[in-house]
């Protein structure tokens, strides 16, 4: 006999803490039952479940690592290329200054040609006025002087070689007289 049952046959009444012999098998082969049902049942189901959720975890993982590589190459790229349009535009700013320095010269070039030009053909134009208006002047003045003369001297001067040479020679006086003043 055991201890749990000589106290219930000594008439004590029974301790609690002590559970009698086939409580403790009865309960020693359930909870090994339910340990072998445990332990091949749902251990494996558990830990399979376990390792989809780390294999997902993990997949997860990677492609946040793999996205943010991604970004990271994308970014790099971004700022390479727009370091490289702002050269681009810095280089195209350069050239239209240029373009437009070089424009504004030819233009100025043009512009003094076309001067140079105009300043040519008006004093050419000039230079042509004049003459016309000395031959003119010289017709006017031989015709007044061939009358004078002619008033003077009291007889015509019709003939036109003799008129023509009498006002070439007052002409020529009248130009020496004012050079002669000049010179002075």
Known sequence: MNSAQMIVAAGE????????????????????AILLIFWRLVLPRMKA????????????????????????????EYNKQLADARSEAAKIREQARTDATRIANDVKAQAQTDADRITANATA?????????????????????IDLASGVIGE?????????????????????????KAGK
């Open 156 to 180: 015509s001067l019709s003939d036109d070689a003799k008129a023509s040479a009498i006002v070439d020679r007052f002409l020529a006086d009248l130009e020496a007289d004012e050079q002669s």
């Open 13 to 32: 009444p029974h301790n609690p803490l002590f559970p009698a012999t086939p409580d403790l098998v009865w309960g020693a082969v359930c909870f090994v």
């Open 49 to 76: 479940t376990l390792d989809e959720r780390a294999e997902v975890i993990e997949g997860g993982i990677k492609k946040a690592e793999n996205a943010q590589a991604e970004a990271a190459a994308a970014l790099e």
């Open 125 to 145: 134009q000039i230079e042509a006025e004049r003459q016309s208006a000395l031959v003119s002047l010289r017709s006017e003045v031989g015709s007044l002087a």
